[in-house]
């Protein structure tokens, strides 16, 4: 999918940079980059941010984001990608660092998905383009089934960030297009960061990940097939407490916490107790890298 026109990009929050998402209905440009937010030097400050929403911060203790971004590499005045931002969980962290420190950050589709109501993606836009001073300028570009452009300009990111969308990509047949997109938006000796549900290793992997489990395996092989090395693996977000077995793969768990198949109206009396003992899923966390 192409770009969108200003206007499009404006109404569904695509537009790329805070300020421009508030001025598109007007067909103003900003005349200058805004002043970046004070007090915010380090990862551990951005996370710390009393502008992340309550129930984000209590995701804490399972997305370890300071320990996460620390081993992906994130340095003050970085040029990074984030794909499907969704809610923009990661997005409050990376877009007030980035903007302090002199960097730049891309979000690479804002769009709904099973996890992420309009609504939320709709909230997510309104607090980038109300607060351009803490969020700086988030150029917003597209990725999908049929999207042509680049998600930023070739050999131009430091970082990009797949952040629990692996599974989301292969039920949709685009697994493959993104980590080639990946590649090429990288710098050289550029790193792809991922965070993605781990199934156990063995057996055959589903190729649509219905249960929304990824084999690290399967992983590093399509980052392999598309020209990454591996740099590390992390156990950072691991969690031993899930076996990976659950009704309603692994949305049954929290945050998501569903009760009967997605697509369906919850059931009624069902005990999520648990599920809710495990905590979130076991993820995987790896750091690869673009060859120099």
Not at 62 to 88: C, D, I, N, Q, Y
Not at 194 to 221: F, K, M, N, S, T
Not at 253 to 270: M, Q, V
Request: charged residues 20%; neutral net charge; glycine residues 10%.
């Amino acid at each position: 999918m192409a770009v969108l026109d200003t206007v499009l990009l404006a109404r569904r929050g695509f537009l790329g940079g805070a300020v421009a998402a508030t001025l598109a209905a007007c067909g103003k440009t900003p005349s200058a980059k805004p002043a970046a937010a004070k007090g915010i030097e380090t990862i551990a400050d951005a996370v710390a941010g009393d502008w992340r929403l309550p129930q984000d911060r209590a995701r804490d203790k399972w997305r370890h984001p300071v320990e996460s971004l620390t081993f992906w590499g994130l340095k003050p005045g970085m040029t990074v990608v984030e794909f499907w931002p969704g809610a923009g969980w990661y997005t409050d962290i990376l877009a007030p660092f980035l903007a302090a420190t002199g960097g730049k950050l891309y979000a690479a589709n804002l769009e709904p998905d099973e996890a992420t109501s309009s609504e939320m993606v709709e909230a997510l836009s309104r607090r980038l383009a109300e607060k351009p001073k803490l969020y700086g300028e988030v150029t917003t570009t597209q990725f999908g089934a049929a999207s042509t452009a680049p998600v930023a300009p070739a050999g131009s990111a430091d970082l990009v960030l797949f952040l629990r969308n692996v599974h989301n990509w292969m039920a949709g047949g685009i697994a493959d297009k993104a980590f080639r997109e990946a590649f090429a938006a990288l710098k050289p000796g550029g790193v792809l960061g991922i965070e993605e549900h781990r199934a156990r290793p063995g057996g055959i992997q589903d190729p649509l990940a219905a249960d929304g489990y990824v084999q690290q395996a399967y992983v590093l092989q399509l980052a392999e097939e598309a020209g990454f090395r591996l740099g590390g693996a992390s156990e950072i977000n691991a969690n031993p407490k899930d076996d990976t077995k659950h009704p309603f793969g692994v949305w049954t768990l929290p945050p998501t916490r569903l009760s009967a198949p997605r697509g369906e109206p919850p059931k009624p009396g069902f005990d999520h107790s648990q599920y809710d003992a495990i905590g979130e899923s076991d993820r995987m966390t790896l750091k690869l890298v673009k060859p120099k």
